[in-house]
Nanobody, 123 residues
Framework: VQLQASGGGLVQAGDSLRLTCAASGRTFTNYVMAWFRQAPGKEREFVAAIRWSGGSTYYADSVKGRFTISRDNAENTVYLQMNSLKPEDTAVYYC?????????????????WGQGTQVTVSS
């Protein structure tokens, strides 16, 4: 199983970025896919998740209304559209896959992780 995250970069406050997570190696029908982020010296924190089957979405309060998670079943890809970026969004962003019945908000539930992509937002 491989999760390949990409799309990070250096942007200014108020700009947008779209992260991509390309999944391969198995079917993810019974999984939830998520984005987490980790800033230097901080714990890995939940950002957003989407159930592969049905497409229900979940967001951290800090990103609601600014970030949108989506998936493309045909391409086995998950996206995170990030708008109105703030300096506090600066972190390494990781995509992960967990079984759908697990605690989607905890990084410990995730069986698979991508390598991370750096997002830096300047003020």
């Amino acid at each position: 199983v491989q999760l390949q995250a990409s799309g990070g970069g250096l942007v200014q406050a108020g700009d947008s970025l779209r992260l991509t997570c390309a999944a391969s190696g198995r079917t993810f029908t019974n999984y939830v896919m998520a984005w987490f982020r980790q800033a230097p010296g901080k714990e890995r924190e939940f950002v957003a998740a989407i159930r592969w089957s049905g497409g229900s979405t979940y967001y951290a309060d800090s990103v609601k209304g600014r970030f949108t998670i989506s998936r493309d079943n045909a391409e086995n890809t998950v996206y995170l559209q990030m708008n109105s970026l703030k300096p506090e969004d600066t972190a390494v962003y990781y995509c992960g896959a967990a079984l759908a019945y697990s605690n989607k908000y905890s990084p410990h539930s995730y069986n698979y992780w991508g390598q991370g992509t750096q997002v830096t937002v300047s003020s």
